[in-house]
C-alpha cells in the first residue's frame, strides 16, 4: 500500500518548520524593537503636503521635538539650563554612549530670555518675557519649558529617546518623576509606540484563549485543539517576523497582524479538523488527513484568496500604516493557507486520533436532529416572510447607509489615548501653563527682486504673527520679528538707520532659525501654536489661519508686490493624512468589492447572480459605517481596515451557502428545498467561525489605546453583521422572484430536473 504524502515526509515538513522557530522569534524580537509611528511619515513623498513639509525642514531644519517641564520650572531655575547640558553637552565633554547622539539642540526659555535681552531687540526683561508668552513661557510670566531637537538616530528610537529623557530628567537633574512634563509630536509618537504594543501584549492572551475555547467547543477533543494552536501560534509568528525581514517597521496597524492571522488560522484549522474528523468516520484512521486536504482544500482556499483580496485592496492607500498591514496581512493570510496545509495535516498524520468518532449515538442523533428540525423551522419563516424581510434588509442597507456620505474621520494622535493617560494630562498641563504643543508652520517668501527692505519684510512678518497670534484657536506665535527691535514708524532716515541694523543682524536670525536665505527669496518663518485636543478639528484651524493671512497679504502689499504664503507644519500633516483616511476607506472597500465580485461571477457564472450575491456582503459595511456617519461618530485609523477585511470574511460564509443551494438546485429541489438544506448545512458552521473570530476580536475593545479598541469592536459587529445578512437577508433574496430569475439551473440541469422550481 502507498503511503500518503504526508505520512512519507511527516518528518521533514515538522524539522524543517522547526528549524525556522530561532530564526521566526529573532524577527519578532526585532519586529517589536523598532517601530516608527511617526505621524509626518504616515503620506507618501510625492504628497504636495509631505513635499512642502519636506522643503520647510531643508530650509529650516528638524522640527522633531520634545518639550520637556516639571512643576516649578521657572526661569530662575537651574536645573533646567544643567538638563540641557545634560543632553547637549558641550563638543569637549561628548563622551561615547552618553545619550547625547540623540538630541541635536536644546532650546529653553531660559536661553531664548537671554538672547531677546542681548541680541538685536535688547528688550528689558519684563518685555523679553512678555514676547516669550505663549510659546516658551506660560500665563503666569515664570513657569517655562525645554524644547529638545531630536537627532536623525533619536527619530530612529524615539522610544528610547524618550527612556533617556525621563531617565536624565529624574536621576541626573532631581526632578521627582510625578511633576515631570513631557509632550510634543516625538513624545507623542514614542507613547504610540509604546501604547499599541502594550494593548496587543495585554489583551492578545485572553483574545487567543477564547478563540482556542469556541475551537475546543467545536472540536471537543484536546488533542486537535493543540494542532490547532501549534499552527496557529507558528502563523502568527512567522507573518510577524516577515516584518523585520522584509525591511518593514512595526507600527501601530501591524500589532494588529499576529492577533488576525492567528484568529483566522484558529477558524481554518477548526474547518480542516472538521472534515478530518468525517474522514475518519467515513473511511478510518488511514489517509484520513489526505482525505480532509481534498475536501477542504477548495473551501478553505476561497475563504483564504477572498480574504486577501480584501485585506489586499488597502495598498491603494496611502496611509503608510494602512499600507503596510494590507500587505502583511493578505501576504500572512496566504502564508496561512500553505501553514495549515502543510503542518496540519503533518501532526494529525503523525499523531492521529486514537479513538476515532463512533457513529453517531442515539443522544447525538436526536441532538442533530433537532437542529435540524430548528434550523428548518427558521429558514421556513424566512421563506414565507421573504418579500418583508428582504425589503427591510435592503432599506436598512440603503437607509443607513446612505450616513456614510457624511462619514468622517480622526486621525489626531491625541485621540489615540484615554481620557486619564499621561500623555494627555500632560499635554493639558503644557496648555494651561505653557503653551499649546500642536504647531502650524506659516512660511512668507519674499522675491529678492522685490522693493521690499528688510525693515518693511520684518513689518510684514510682525503684522502677519499679530493677526495669527489675536486667534482664539492659537496660544502663542514666535518668528524673527520676535527677536527683532520694535520698528516705529518714523522718518525715511530712521527707516533707513532701523533696516541697516537689520542688516547687520541677518545672521542672527539666521542662526535662530526663523530666516532662511536662498539665491531667489528671503523666507521667514512664523510658528504657532495652536490648541490641541479631542474637540478640535485642524481643518477649521487651518482654514480660518489661511482665510486670515490670505486676506491680509492682499490689502497690506502694494501693487507689484507679491509675497508667497506656505503652511505646513504637524497640524496640516495630521488634517491632510486624516482626509487621505477617509478617502482611502473609500477607495479600498471599491476595490475589494470589485475584486471579490469577479470571484464571485465566475465561480457563479453568472454577472447577475454574483452581483445579487454582493449584496449580503456590502451589508455590514454600509450598515455599521453608516450608522457612525448618522450618529457622528469618527473612525479613526484602527476602524478604516475593518470593512476590507470584514467583506473578505463574509464571502466565504456566503459561498459555502451559494454552494449548498446551487447543489440543491441542480438535483432537482425546488428553491425552497434547497434553501433550506442550505440552511441546514451552513448556519452551523457559519455561527461557528463567527463565535471563534467575533468574541476574540472584541476583545481588544477592552484595550485604552483607541486605534486597537476600535478595531477590535467594529470587527465584532462587522461580523455579527455579515451572519446576520448570510443567514437572513441572502436566503430571503434567494426565495424572491430573483433568486429564480438569476441562479437558474444550467440547461443540463434543467433537462434532467424531475421537479420544476417554484417561484415567490
Request: proline share 5%; with cysteine.
Amino acid at each position: 500500500m502507498n503511503r500518503s504524502f504526508y505520512a512519507r515526509h511527516a518528518w521533514r515538513i515538522i524539522v524543517g518548520l522547526m528549524a525556522l522557530i530561532p530564526a521566526i522569534l529573532w524577527g519578532v524580537q526585532q519586529t517589536f524593537e523598532h517601530a516608527n509611528n511617526n505621524v509626518s511619515q504616515w503620506l507618501p513623498q510625492d504628497y504636495p503636503e509631505t513635499r512642502t513639509y519636506q522643503e520647510f525642514r531643508r530650509l529650516f531644519g528638524s522640527d522633531d521635538m520634545a518639550v520637556v517641564s516639571w512643576e516649578d520650572c521657572t526661569l530662575d531655575d537651574d536645573r533646567l539650563e544643567e538638563f540641557a547640558l545634560e543632553l547637549v553637552p558641550p563638543p569637549e565633554k561628548r563622551r561615547p554612549g552618553d545619550g547625547s547622539e540623540w538630541f541635536q539642540e536644546v532650546i529653553t526659555g531660559q536661553r531664548v530670555l537671554e538672547d531677546l535681552m542681548t541680541g538685536p531687540s535688547k528688550l528689558p526683561r519684563d518685555a523679553a518675557i512678555g514676547r516669550l508668552v505663549g510659546t516658551l513661557v506660560g500665563p503666569d510670566r515664570k513657569t517655562t519649558c525645554a524644547v529638545v531637537i531630536l537627532s536623525k538616530e533619536g527619530d530612529e528610537d524615539r522610544t528610547g529617546t524618550l527612556d533617556a529623557l525621563e531617565k536624565i530628567a529624574t536621576t541626573r537633574c532631581g526632578i521627582p518623576p510625578d511633576k515631570l512634563r513631557l509632550g510634543g509630536d516625538a513624545v507623542i509618537n514614542a507613547a504610540i509606540d509604546i501604547e499599541s504594543q502594550e494593548a496587543i501584549r495585554k489583551w492578545i492572551a485572553l483574545s487567543w484563549g477564547l478563540a482556542l475555547a469556541c475551537a475546543w467547543l467545536s472540536l471537543r477533543r484536546v488533542k486537535l485543539t493543540i494542532m490547532v494552536l501549534i499552527v496557529s501560534v507558528y502563523t502568527a509568528g512567522l507573518g510577524t517576523a516577515m516584518v523585520h525581514y522584509t525591511g518593514g517597521r512595526m507600527n501601530l496597524l501591524l500589532v494588529l497582524v499576529p492577533v488576525l492571522l492567528c484568529v483566522l488560522t484558529i477558524s481554518a484549522s477548526v474547518h480542516l479538523s472538521n472534515y478530518y474528523r468525517d474522514a475518519i468516520r467515513e473511511c478510518g484512521i488511514a489517509g484520513a488527513p489526505v482525505r480532509a486536504v481534498a475536501h477542504g482544500w477548495t473551501p478553505c482556499a476561497l475563504s483564504a484568496v477572498t480574504t486577501a483580496l480584501g485585506v489586499g485592496s488597502l495598498l491603494v492607500s496611502h496611509i503608510e500604516p494602512v499600507r503596510a498591514f494590507g500587505i502583511y496581512s493578505s501576504l500572512g493570510i496566504l502564508l496561512s493557507l500553505a501553514i495549515s496545509f502543510s503542518l496540519l495535516p503533518t501532526l494529525m498524520e503523525k499523531w492521529p486520533l486514537r479513538s476515532p468518532p463512533s457513529g453517531p449515538t442515539a443522544s447525538a442523533q436526536s441532538s442533530a436532529e433537532l437542529r435540524d428540525r430548528v434550523l428548518a423551522r427558521i429558514a421556513g419563516a424566512i421563506i414565507r416572510r421573504r418579500v418583508p424581510v428582504a425589503t427591510v434588509c435592503i432599506a436598512l442597507l440603503v437607509g443607513l447607509g446612505c450616513g456614510v456620505a457624511f462619514l468622517d474621520t480622526a486621525i489626531q494622535p491625541i485621540r489615540f489615548f484615554p481620557q486619564d493617560s499621561k500623555w494627555i494630562k500632560d499635554t493639558k498641563w503644557f496648555q494651561s501653563h505653557v503653551a499649546p504643543l500642536v504647531t502650524v508652520e506659516v512660511v512668507l517668501g519674499f522675491d529678492k527682486q522685490s522693493k521690499l527692505g528688510m525693515r518693511n519684510q520684518m513689518q510684514v512678518v510682525r503684522d502677519v504673527e499679530r493677526r495669527i497670534h489675536a486667534m482664539e484657536e492659537v496660544g502663542g506665535t514666535i518668528s524673527a520679528a520676535t527677536f527683532a527691535p520694535s520698528l516705529n514708524p518714523g522718518r525715511a532716515i530712521r527707516q533707513s538707520a532701523t533696516n541697516a541694523m537689520l542688516e547687520r543682524h541677518r545672521e542672527f536670525f539666521v542662526s535662530q532659525g526663523y530666516l532662511n536665505e536662498t539665491g531667489r527669496e528671503d523666507r521667514w518663518r512664523i510658528t504657532a501654536r495652536v490648541y490641541g485636543g479631542r474637540d478640535v478639528y485642524y481643518d477649521q484651524v487651518l482654514v480660518a489661519i489661511e482665510g486670515r493671512v490670505d486676506e491680509f497679504l492682499r490689502k497690506r502689499m502694494p501693487p507689484g508686490q507679491r509675497v508667497d504664503a506656505v503652511y505646513t507644519g504637524s497640524a496640516p500633516l495630521v488634517f491632510a493624512a486624516q482626509q487621505e483616511l477617509l478617502r482611502s476607506l473609500m477607495r479600498s472597500f471599491c476595490l475589494a468589492f470589485v475584486l471579490i465580485a469577479v470571484v464571485m461571477v465566475l465561480l457563479l457564472r453568472s454577472a447577475s447572480a454574483g452581483m445579487l450575491a454582493m449584496l449580503p456582503n456590502i451589508f455590514p459595511m454600509m450598515v455599521t459605517f453608516g450608522l457612525l456617519g448618522w450618529i457622528g461618530r469618527p473612525v479613526d485609523v484602527g476602524a478604516m481596515m475593518t470593512a476590507s477585511v470584514a467583506l473578505g470574511i463574509a464571502v466565504d460564509d456566503t459561498l459555502h451557502f451559494l454552494t449548498w443551494f446551487r447543489r440543491g438546485l441542480m438535483r432537482g429541489d425546488t428553491r425552497e428545498e434547497a434553501i433550506v438544506e442550505a440552511y441546514q448545512r451552513c448556519a452551523p458552521a457559519m455561527t461557528q467561525t463567527t463565535l471563534i473570530a467575533g468574541p476574540s476580536m472584541a476583545v481588544f475593545y477592552l484595550s485604552s489605546f483607541q486605534p486597537v479598541s476600535q478595531f477590535g469592536l467594529l470587527m465584532f459587529v462587522l461580523l455579527a453583521a455579515a451572519l446576520l445578512g448570510d443567514l437572513v437577508m441572502l436566503p430571503a433574496l434567494l426565495a424572491t422572484p430573483f433568486g429564480a430569475r438569476f441562479f437558474q439551473k444550467s440547461r443540463r440541469g434543467e433537462a434532467s430536473a424531475s421537479k420544476p422550481a417554484t417561484t415567490g
